[in-house]
């Protein structure tokens, strides 16, 4: 089965730091664009972060420039977010999603169930 | 950043109803625009890509179309699974930016 499963949310204060890991498996890992996108309490969807297949290229969101690192171990399967500085309004549901690989498509096929992330002041 | 934009923000229908929901991005984004179902307390699910194509495994109830800066995603013949929140995705342009959704309730 294609599978993303998040983990490492959790409470942490305001200015503190939180590294979350996104496991995937029932697919080739390294053959995917990876993406980061969060939901705040009741809100819409908001992109984060990407990153290539071999990790050569990342993109962020500019609000999050600086203070969050994507990186992945492919030899792990594994997508990584590291949010240093962290600041009240990053409270969400952190997902991770895999860019489908179909020609013609940018779209986000499989998603994470999502790991929440909770900046207390 | 391109900014997405949807309407209307909430709809109320019965099941069995068609239903229309309009995107706009604030510049084109050619066919790059996908849309998503999100259903209470879950992640979201992939409907529609590149504007008009079904994902795979999705009842052909649900359809996509438009180019540029205008898009609709229609779905004919509402199921109770259907009510849930939509949202569309520009992913032309980094960053990827999301519509602020549209929730679909029972009337």
């Known amino acids: 089965e294609v599978q993303l499963v998040e983990s490492g949310g959790g409470l942490v204060q305001r200015g503190g730091s939180l590294r979350l890991s996104c496991e995937a498996s029932?697919?080739?890992?390294?053959?995917?664009?990876m993406n980061w996108v969060r939901q705040a309490p009741g809100k819409g969807l908001e992109w984060v972060a990407n990153?290539?297949?071999?990790?050569?290229?990342?993109y962020y969101m500019d609000s999050m420039k600086g203070r969050f690192t994507i990186s992945r171990d492919n030899a792990k399967n594994s997508l990584y977010l590291q949010m240093n500085s962290l600041k009240v309004e990053d409270t969400a549901i952190y997902y991770c999603?895999?860019?489908?690989?179909?020609?013609?498509?940018?779209?986000?096929?499989?998603w994470g169930q999502g790991t929440m992330v909770t900046v207390s002041s | 950043d391109i900014q997405m934009t949807q309407s209307p923000s909430s709809l109320s229908a019965s099941v069995g109803d068609r239903v229309t929901i309009t995107c706009r991005a604030s510049q084109s984004v050619t066919k790059y625009l996908n849309w998503y179902r999100q259903k209470p307390g879950k992640a979201p699910e992939l409907l529609i890509y590149?504007?008009?194509t079904l994902q795979s495994g999705v009842p052909s109830r649900f359809s996509g179309s438009g180019s540029g800066t205008d898009f609709t995603l229609t779905i004919t013949s509402l199921h109770p699974d259907d009510f849930a929140t939509y949202y569309c995705?520009?992913?032309?342009?980094?960053?990827?930016?999301f519509g602020p959704g549209t929730t679909l309730d029972i009337k």
């Open positions: 590149s504007a008009s």
């Open positions: 029932g697919f080739t890992f390294s053959s995917y664009w």
């Open positions: 990153i290539k297949q071999d990790g050569s290229e990342k």
């Open positions: 995705q520009q992913n032309y342009i980094t960053p990827s930016t």
């Open positions: 999603a895999r860019l489908q690989l179909e020609p013609h498509s940018e779209a986000f096929d499989i």
